[in-house]
Structure formats: C-alpha cells, structure tokens
C-alpha cells in the first residue's frame, strides 16, 4: 500500500504586483486569499499564505523590500509574480532577469523553494522585445533550477469577460483560473521535505 507523501506546515509567501495584490478587487476574492481558503480545506491549520504583493510593483522594488521581507517571514515557499509593469514601463529584459535572478538567489539563500510565475505583455513594442521579455522567465529558471509557470495569466488575457474594464487587471471570475494556473506548483513544493 502506497501512503501519500507527508505535508510539513510551511509559510507560502506571495512576491507580486497588483495581479496578486488583488487590484480592484474586495480582498476576500483575490487568488491569493482562495490560495489560503483552499489550503485550509486541505491540509487543516498546516499553512500560512503572506501576501507580500504590491499594486504597481516592478522587479527593483520588490529587490529593495526582499531582505526585510524574508528576514520577517521567513517562508518556506517563495512565488515570485512580478515583471509586468516592468514590461509596461519598457524596462530592458536584461534588468528584469538580473533582478528576478537576484530576487530567486536571496530566496534559495533563506532556504525557500522558489516558484516563479511567468508573465507576457502586449506586442505594443515590438515582437523582438516581447520575446526577449518572455524569454527572461524561462533563463532564470534554467539558471536557478526554480519551477516556473510559463503564462500566469494562461486562460484569462485575452477574454474581456475576464478582465476589470482597464483591460489590464483580472476581474473577480477570473481569479479561480489563476489560482488554478498556480496551485499545481504551490502544491508540489508543499510535499516537499523542509
């Protein structure tokens, strides 16, 4: 008889912008606050989810709050979702992969697991700048041998239905899919052994 895999109780920190920081939104429908609904029902009284996320956020920003942040927290799981504004500012790829690169190596440093969440933007500048953007998730995760979620927003950008009417944000319906998108990683670093 095969027993399943031990859960040890860990802290999920969530390192994002307003996609995560629920922009819009009443704060008991973003996916972050499902995240911990969902883990309640799981594993009873195991888990504790931080939302560390920041409306507006880039990657130097959350770079300059990280130290503090893990020095607090210190979590055993780390999703880093972020880059979007970076993309929207028109930030060189190349910065956001020195800092999602920094940002990994100060979380692997505290001894957390690392979950990265992948992120594309708008053709508005260009097909080289939109691929060398995207491309960005996939080196640092090879680097840095972190698990990465190509498309966060997989199955929601793209349908207005889903979308606040900036376009930008993900409304309410969405935030089932994006915690869906997310929980297999989430879930996989939990069975981990600390």
């Given at each position: 008889m095969c027993l399943p895999a031990a859960v040890y109780?860990?802290?999920?920190?969530?390192?994002?912008?307003?996609?995560?920081?629920?922009?819009?939104?009443?704060?008991?429908?973003?996916?972050?606050?499902?995240?911990?609904?969902?883990?309640?029902q799981q594993y009873p009284k195991k888990h504790q989810v931080v939302n560390a996320s920041v409306s507006g956020e880039t990657s130097s920003g959350a770079l300059a709050r990280l130290p503090r942040l893990l020095q607090t927290y210190k979590p055993h799981i780390v999703v880093i979702e972020l880059g979007g504004n970076d993309g929207l500012r028109g930030q060189p790829p190349q910065i956001l992969q020195?800092?999602?690169?920094?940002?990994?190596?100060?979380?692997?440093?505290?001894?957390?697991?690392?979950?990265?969440?992948?992120?594309?933007?708008?053709p508005n500048y260009?097909?080289?700048?939109?691929?060398?953007?995207?491309?960005?998730?996939?080196?640092?995760?090879?680097?840095?041998?972190?698990?990465?979620?190509?498309?966060?927003?997989?199955?929601?950008?793209?349908?207005?239905?889903?979308?606040?009417?900036?376009?930008i944000h993900p409304n309410a319906q969405?935030?089932?899919?994006?915690?869906?998108n997310a929980y297999p990683y989430i879930q996989q670093a939990l069975h981990a052994k600390p």
């Open positions: 109780a860990k802290t999920i920190m969530i390192l994002g912008d307003s996609i995560s920081a629920g922009y819009g939104l009443q704060p008991q429908q973003g996916w972050v606050t499902q995240l911990q609904q969902r883990l309640n020195q800092n999602l690169g920094k940002l990994v190596s100060l979380s692997q440093q505290s001894q957390a697991t690392v979950i990265l969440l992948g992120m594309k933007i708008p260009g097909q080289a700048y939109t691929q060398a953007f995207e491309k960005t998730y996939l080196s640092v995760s090879q680097q840095y041998k972190v698990k990465y979620l190509p498309f966060f927003m997989k199955g929601i950008a793209g349908h207005p239905q889903l979308m606040q009417k900036d376009l969405a935030q089932s899919i994006l915690l869906n």
